[in-house]
Antibody
Framework: QVQLQQSGTELVKPASSVKISCKAS????????MHWIRQQPGNGLEWIGW????????KYNQKFDGKATLTADKSSSTAYMQLSSLTSEDSAVYFC????????????WGQGVMVTVSS | DIQMTQSPASLSASLGETVSIECLASEGISNDLAWYQQKSGKSPQLLIYAASRLQDGVPSRFSGSGSGTRYSLKISGMQPEDEADYFC?????????FGSGTKLEIK
């Protein structure tokens, strides 16, 4: 069965960076888009971008240009998102989610990673 | 960006009641719309895609409809396990955007 296992909770300092992971299993990692989505309390869901692990192509929400960097390691079937220059406004839960056959709907989700930015 | 206006923000329903949630897009999205359910403390789950197609494994009491800018999710016969937050999402244009959510509770 398809599973997306994300890394654990992060407590990080302002101005630092963090890299969170999403290990995929149960399907061919290189055949589906991997999306990243942010959920802030009271602010709903925001789409950050996608990576296509088959060729490394990426697409970002302009809002997250320069903030998020998406990569993927085919050998370990793991997708990564690095968040840089963190501020308290980046505190949120971050999900990875597999794109379905169309690529644009999210049919399996990771459990989410809570990132808290605090000094 | 396409704005997705979701209503109502919250509602309560009795067991067995039929409920509807709506999403209004700021421009036409050509049925490129999904609905997700998120239970407390869990990840969202895909219910409906392409406006009206039921995701595998989702109970048939869930249905989606709409066209152009107006879309709706209907639950025909509220069950206890349907208590959750519901979100719509458009995939017509980048950046993909979500509605602000509807909190559905049991009355």
């Amino acid at each position: 069965q398809v599973q997306l296992q994300q890394s654990g909770t992060e407590l990080v300092k302002p101005a630092s960076s963090v890299k969170i992971s999403c290990k995929a299993s149960g399907y061919t990692f290189t055949s589906n888009y991997m999306h990243w989505i942010r959920q802030q309390p009271g602010n709903g869901l925001e789409w950050i971008g996608w990576i296509y692990p088959g060729n490394g192509n990426t697409k970002y929400n302009q809002k997250f240009d320069g903030k998020a960097t998406l990569t993927a390691d085919k050998s370990s079937s793991t997708a990564y998102m690095q968040l840089s220059s963190l501020t308290s406004e980046d505190s949120a839960v971050y999900f990875c989610a597999r794109g379905d056959n169309s690529g644009y709907y999210f049919d399996y989700w990771g459990q989410g990673v809570m990132v808290t930015v605090s000094s | 960006d396409i704005q997705m206006t979701q209503s109502p923000a919250s509602l309560s329903a009795s067991l067995g009641e039929t409920v509807s949630i709506e999403c209004l897009a700021s421009e036409g999205i050509s049925n490129d719309l999904a609905w997700y359910q998120q239970k407390s403390g869990k990840s969202p789950q895909l219910l409906i895609y392409a406006a009206s197609r039921l995701q595998d494994g989702v109970p048939s009491r869930f249905s989606g409809s709409g066209s152009g800018t107006r879309y709706s999710l209907k639950i025909s016969g509220m069950q206890p396990e349907d208590e959750a937050d519901y979100f719509c999402q458009q995939s017509y244009k980048y950046p993909f955007t979500f509605g602000s959510g509807t909190k559905l509770e049991i009355k």
